[in-house]
């Protein structure tokens, strides 16, 4: 763990020296902040549509930017230019797993991005939240539970589809594609609340609404004590059937960059 620990600050320092990107990534996340608040509410006014009030999608728009940073990653194009520059061959080499040394670069780059961009739409959001009703204590342990869950199973997704650089080389488009299935089956852009019930059963089979939609129904306590195993059980799941897999595929990746490279 001591390895994976120093890659971690590692990455998180080197975010640190770009403080002008920071500076724009703050302004970037009040800017997107202010216009889905006063987009809502001109679409819900002062009451509650389908059991949604405005507060509750304060409350949806304030954590859902906070699990975008969270769980942000561009692990397929890391992987891709691993591939073209062939460092891929001098990272293989280190004496930790390529998985985990992804992972902590990850979760260094996306904790410093939390940090500057979710404070001040925190900050900003405390002038709207008047009417907010916050969760218990229970519901807020489950919820990081689930955003824990939701965190792991988004990198296992794109570090699954990022392993196919090994035979793609050029993977790319990908990060765009899973990007759009998390849009619109994960609930990122509108609540899964107001989807005909085609998409909402779509998205039941599918794992991106448990990556950033779940963990924040058990926030707002949408989902009941006695429900919140299923979401949970659902996304654990998903991350064990995803780490077999990427196991799997990874097996071949490695015999195939060996063969290639005599």
């Not at 902040?33 to 679409?43: G, K, N, P, Y």
């Not at 460092?87 to 992972?103: A, D, Q």
Request: glycine share 6%; aromatic share 18%; hydrophobic share 55%.
């Amino acid at each position: 763990m001591k390895k994976y620990w120093i890659v971690f600050k590692k990455s998180l320092k080197s975010e640190l020296i770009y403080r002008w990107a920071a500076l724009w990534r703050i302004l970037g996340a009040v800017l997107e902040f202010l216009i889905q608040i006063f987009l809502w509410r001109a679409l819900l006014g002062t009451e509650a549509h389908n059991g949604v009030s405005f507060s509750d999608m304060l409350l949806y728009v304030l954590i859902n930017s906070f699990m975008m940073q969270l769980t942000h990653t561009n692990v397929a194009g890391m992987i891709e230019n691993a591939m073209i520059d062939g460092t891929v061959s001098m990272e293989l080499l280190r004496p930790i797993s390529y998985k985990g040394y992804l992972l902590s670069q990850m979760l260094g780059k996306n904790i410093y991005g939390s940090l500057t961009a979710t404070v001040p739409v925190l900050l900003l959001s405390l002038f709207f939240l008047s009417g907010a009703v916050l969760p218990d204590f229970v519901h807020i342990l489950l919820f990081f539970l689930s955003a824990i869950l939701g965190i792991a199973l988004l990198f296992e997704v794109t570090y699954l589809f990022g392993l196919t650089a090994f035979w793609l080389q050029r993977c790319w488009f990908i990060r765009f594609y899973l990007y759009g299935f998390q849009n619109i089956f994960g609930g990122t852009l509108v609540p899964i609340w107001f989807y005909p019930e085609l998409l909402k059963t779509l998205s039941y089979w599918l794992p991106f609404r448990y990556m950033t939609f779940e963990p924040i129904n058990l926030f707002l306590m949408k989902t009941q004590l006695e429900q919140a195993w299923i979401p949970i059980l659902a996304a654990f799941l998903w991350l064990v059937g995803l780490s077999i897999a990427d196991n799997l595929i990874w097996r071949a990746a490695a015999r195939k960059l060996t063969v290639n490279g005599g």
